[in-house]
């Protein structure tokens, strides 16, 4: 049976993270509801057995369950809800008898099977089953048989579908973790039976996204690609679920909010669904934000960053290479303040937010008479009062540290990663693109100081992609020679070569407001205040390898531009501020709403789609319909998404909310309305991935 939704938000809205967190406590509360009284912000608290005490128990989860929960809960959240183990199914597990167990799998017949074991081994107590997604029939009924059979069905609490088989990495950011949907869409040796298996694990999850939103939304999309053919199937199962789940309908609560205060503004959000070859730019570019550079330069992985440190072995015995973790977590104030920053305001803000932790540390310490934070517990000459509030407050304060060494540590070696293979050149080159000369081009393509193969060959490719006409053939045998002679293997160039038609009819040209981005001085003008905070922190001078990373790097603050992505979605969400030329782009948009009795497919689109009658869908979106405005959107690139899209989304929403631009709401004066715009992908990949991994596949089959 489905589980019921957390409350609509209302006034305040929770974001995609809050919601799918809340879900899961939910689980880990054994699917007891919260009281009425309660919320949706307020903080949820363990069930209590007759003692008082939590009700301890196993948690059990297959490889997407773990990201799933690892993404947004730390082991010590697990632990505040009665969570004493956690195990993968697949692992050697031994039997707690006395100890109930929480299942978070998905439904697959091998998962049913090792469930299936486990009861009839009696590894733990009671079992509460929960699945990622909805458990097919005939995988209940052979759930149910076996049950039967080993005469285990007192030992099964709850069955529950719960439509949680997404990951979420941000407040408003998710990924459905599938790999290979690119290559697999786009491949001409893949099969009509892995094209639909792929299409219909994409609408599985974003059934799932739905359900967790809360409402059901209206579905736009552009026609002719794969993401038409998702948004047909995802149309067809919103249908068919309101059709046939009266008694048991997951959003009959969820569509309560408040009209907005324009009559040209929709309740419901918008289902953006877009296809990744609209622009392949993003995914290969050099951004200089936060974020982006941490997802190209280090290896992130559900919020975890791996850092590679070279360490001198004592004793003259050489170096050696050591990993570090970080852990991202939602308490993280630092990163959701910066993230989507240029780089250079990072490091300046790393020293500003020490400087404050020592002034808080050193206030603290005058009023006990300690010489340091680490004295005060030691210190019994303090006052009791002070001294107490000085405990109070040292949690939080060494957490504070702990953050701020974190990215510390992460923007020494982001630092490195810049200097190395001169990524801020990069980025600024790929600012005036098509400016580029063939001598500029190949000068760069040239040049030995830029070791790595990679970034050439994206810089390359983002060029071709970007300029009008295709270079003639002996110029092209030029630039792939030179291309070659740096190292770059030219494979993935035959798939770029043959979809760069299609990415020109769909790519916006990148508008830019505001100055051009402007290098500043170099050496030590860079990252004022950080070459201070590293000699600080290190009780001495600064050494001299980061004295040579910081020379020589650019210190400049980007354009402000709108991706492609970002003019679609304006043009869907507020096509009153959006550019004509955006607006002819997505006139043609399908439009599905799985509420209305009637499809909305336009003629000539290729689809034949049902409505709930059985009957095939005709008729087009009215003028009206195609022109009304959004508050809320999720935007789902299907085969791939990046972190840059995802903060020029953030910057838009951002910049709307601050005026500058959208719907005028009183009077007819313009007034900031805030836009929530949550974007997600069927894997969110790095560049380096994404160009060696599925393009060059891609181009070995062609």
Not at 373 to 398: C, F, Y
């Amino acid at each position: 049976m489905p589980p019921k939704l957390p409350p609509p938000a209302s006034g305040s809205h929770q974001t995609l993270r809050d919601r799918q967190v809340a879900s899961i406590e939910k689980i880990l509360n054994l699917n007891h509801e919260r009281p009425a009284d309660s919320s949706e912000h307020a903080v949820a608290s363990p069930i209590l057995n007759e003692d008082g005490e939590p009700i301890w128990k196993v948690l059990v989860f297959d490889n997407l369950g773990r990201d799933v929960i690892s993404s947004v809960l730390r082991v010590q959240d697990l632990r505040n809800f009665g969570v004493t183990i956690h195990l993968n199914i697949n692992s050697p597990r031994h039997p707690i008898p006395d100890v109930p167990v929480v299942y978070l799998v998905e439904p697959t017949a091998e998962n049913v099977r090792l469930i299936s074991s486990d009861l009839q081994r009696s590894l733990y107590q009671t079992a509460y089953v929960n699945f990622l997604s909805s458990l097919p029939r005939t995988l209940l009924e052979d759930f149910a048989s076996q049950t039967a059979q080993n005469n285990t069905s007192d030992k099964v609490a709850q069955v529950y579908d719960q439509y949680l088989n997404f990951i979420v990495s941000e407040p408003d950011l998710f990924s459905l973790g599938l790999k290979d949907v690119y290559y697999t869409l786009n491949s001409s040796q893949t099969k009509e039976e892995a094209i639909e298996a792929c299409a219909d694990r994409i609408v599985s999850g974003l059934f799932s996204l739905v359900v967790t939103l809360g409402q059901i939304p209206i579905i736009r999309c552009p026609k002719d690609n794969a993401a038409a053919i998702i948004a047909q199937k995802l149309d067809r199962k919103l249908r068919d679920h309101i059709l046939n789940s009266r008694d048991n309908n997951l959003f009959s609560k969820t569509n309560t909010s408040a009209a907005p205060l324009h009559s040209s503004l929709s309740t419901r959000p918008v289902l953006i669904l877009l296809d990744r070859n609209i622009d392949l730019i993003p995914m290969l570019s050099h951004s200089w934000t936060y974020q982006s550079l941490v997802h190209d330069v280090l290896d992130m992985r559900l919020n975890r960053i791996t850092v590679e440190t070279v360490e001198e072995i004592p004793g003259g015995g050489g170096q050696r290479i050591s990993k570090k973790g970080y852990d991202l977590t939602s308490n993280d104030a630092f990163w959701a303040k910066n993230a989507g920053v240029p780089f250079p305001q990072v490091a300046e803000d790393i020293d500003v937010e020490l400087t404050k932790y020592k002034e808080d540390a050193d206030a603290i310490t005058k009023k006990t008479g300690a010489s340091s934070l680490e004295d005060l517990q030691n210190d019994v000459g303090a006052s009791a009062q002070h001294l107490k509030a000085a405990i109070t407050q040292l949690p939080e304060l060494r957490e504070r540290k702990g953050i701020l060494d974190m990215h510390m540590n992460i923007a020494t070696a982001l630092l490195k990663g810049i200097k190395d293979r001169g990524l801020d050149t990069f980025y600024q080159l790929e600012e005036n693109v098509t400016k580029q000369t063939k001598a500029q081009l190949l000068e760069t393509l040239n040049d030995p100081e830029r070791k790595n193969a990679n970034d050439k060959m994206r810089f390359f490719i983002i060029w071709y992609l970007s300029v009008e006409n295709d270079p003639s053939r002996n110029d092209m045998a030029e630039y792939e020679a030179a291309l070659k002679q740096a190292g770059c293997d030219l494979t993935p160039l035959n798939y770029i070569k043959k979809v760069r038609e299609i990415t020109r009819m769909t790519m916006m040209t990148t508008t830019q407001t505001g100055t051009q981005p402007s290098a500043t001085t170099t050496g030590g003008d860079l990252f004022k205040g950080f070459s201070s905070l590293v000699s600080t922190r290190l009780g001495g001078s600064v050494p001299s390898s980061l004295d040579n990373l910081i020379s020589n790097v650019k210190n400049f603050l980007p354009a402000n531009r709108d991706l492609t992505v970002t003019k679609i979605v304006e043009s869907l969400m507020d096509p009153t501020s959006s550019s004509s030329s955006a607006l002819q782009k997505t006139e043609n948009y399908l439009y599905f709403d799985p509420r209305s009795p009637r499809g909305t497919v336009p003629p000539g689109s290729g689809l034949a789609g049902l409505g709930p009658d059985g009957r095939p869908i005709t008729g087009g979106p009215s003028f009206g319909q195609r022109r009304q405005g959004f508050t809320e959107a999720a935007v789902v690139m299907i085969g791939g998404g990046c972190m840059e899209e995802y903060g020029n989304l953030q910057e838009w929403a951002r910049k709307k909310a601050q005026g500058g631009g959208g719907v005028g709401i009183v009077g007819g004066q313009q007034a900031g309305l805030r836009r929530r715009v949550v974007y997600g992908a069927t894997e969110l990949i790095s560049p380096e991935r994404f160009l060696g991994g599925e393009v060059k596949r891609l181009g070995e089959d062609a």
